[in-house]
């Protein structure tokens, strides 16, 4: 069963609330199967790959969610350091640390490597951890 199709039909709960922000974004892709293969259909189904930013903005397949995203990359790539820098500090990061992380990167055309350097360095102490360390459920 496609994974759209799956996601779209889940109850609410405090996890799907939020995932469902960024569930449609992953419907973009469903294209390729697991082994990067692509496809049209999963399971004798069509795949349907279109989905909407949280700003409404829709897209169709990953050409369009590409797009989309461009047009958004300073977000992008903010969430995108946001995240992976609470994973590295099993915390909420303050934001100074992720500016930080995003300024050092800037330099390198935000390159996949500049940004996991970025967070490597500055991820050894809690000095980028937000006071609260307020954490979201384990989802």
Not at 8 to 27: D, E
Not at 44 to 60: H, K, P, Y
Not at 93 to 100: L, Q
Request: with cysteine; glycine share 8%; net charge positive.
């Amino acid at each position: 069963m496609p994974l759209s199709k799956q996601t779209r039909g889940l109850p609410a709960s405090p996890c799907t609330n939020c995932h469902r922000n960024f569930f449609p974004l992953g419907y973009a892709l469903e294209n390729f199967d697991p082994l990067g293969r692509w496809r049209t259909e999963d399971g004798g189904e069509l795949i349907d790959a279109s989905g909407a930013m949280v700003d409404g903005t829709a897209f169709r397949g990953a050409i369009e969610l590409r797009r989309a995203l461009l047009e958004r990359s300073d977000a992008f790539r903010t969430t995108l350091t946001e995240r992976l820098l609470a994973y590295a500090v099993k915390g909420q990061p303050d934001m100074p640390t992720v500016r930080a992380v995003l300024r050092d990167a800037a330099p390198k055309d935000y390159r996949w490597s500049a940004l996991i350097a970025g967070i490597v360095t500055r991820s050894g102490s809690t000095a980028g951890l937000r006071a609260s360390r307020v954490r979201s459920p384990t989802c």
